[in-house]
């Protein structure tokens, strides 16, 4: 049976609720709209780890098995990474009982298939928004066994614990820098470093959830300016790491979006 994109949302969209704690410039959920999910893997997750975004072990990154990789629409080059939605089944067989709603974090990217149609297996084909779930993930929703069900997806705010954490790879004359735990949209638009012997350095993405700036800055402490992608707002990460930082070490800041 085909539904139509308005009688999906008629029967499952809902007031949208009231975030009191949630600051006026913080992020704030969107609307529900359609789309398809899929999964891949098996219950273990274990074929989620690493994936587009650079967050390498998911557990150790604090991920879990909760994750989702985006067809290219919504990976947005990686600009998407870090972002969270809530996804539910809609209107089809397969759907658990009382379709329960889910929270998946952006951390990977589902790549085209232009061998197939991308109503017959290319699912990730642009323009379509489609959601390729870890197994766990999707089992929440629906019957594995479907494969492929209608979702209603909304975009939410990341509740995270703690501040931002920065994992660094490079050398004394290329700093990369991947960014995780990124709370409120989830999502970075800029990065900017500071040494403690120079001033802010603009660094370019390099994909997914990774910033790199080719600049000196060895045997120096950093801070970081971070911007969101999609609220624009901007915090400043101080004295994140120490003057003898190292590559392959998680540091953690205090700030955080919202």
Known sequence: MTWSMASIISTFASPRPRYASVPARGFQPSSWAVAHATFYGDETASETMGGACGYGNLFSSGYGTDTVALSSTLFKDGYACGTCYQIKCAQATACLKGNPVTTVTA??????????????????????????????????IANWKA????????????????????????????????????????????????????????????????????????????????????????????????????????????????
Request: contains cysteine.
């Open 107 to 140: 951390t990977n990217l589902c790549p085209p298939n232009w061998a197939k149609d991308s109503n017959a297996g290319g699912w990730c084909n642009p323009p379509r928004a489609h959601f390729d779930m870890s197994k766990p993930a999707f089992m929440k």
């Open 147 to 258: 494969g492929i069900v209608p979702v209603m997806y909304r975009r939410v705010p990341c509740a995270k614990s703690g501040g931002l954490r920065f994992i660094f790879q490079g050398n004394g004359y290329w700093l990369l820098v991947y960014v995780m735990n990124v709370g409120g949209g989830g999502d970075i638009a800029s990065m900017r470093v500071k040494g403690s012997k120079t001033g802010w350095i603009s660094m370019s993405h390099n994909w997914g959830a990774s910033y790199q700036a080719f600049a000196t800055l060895g045997g120096q402490s950093l801070s970081f300016k971070i911007t969101s992608y999609t609220t624009k707002e901007t915090i400043v990460a101080s004295n994140v790491a120490p003057s003898d930082w190292s590559v392959g070490v998680t540091y953690k800041a205090s700030v955080n979006f919202h």
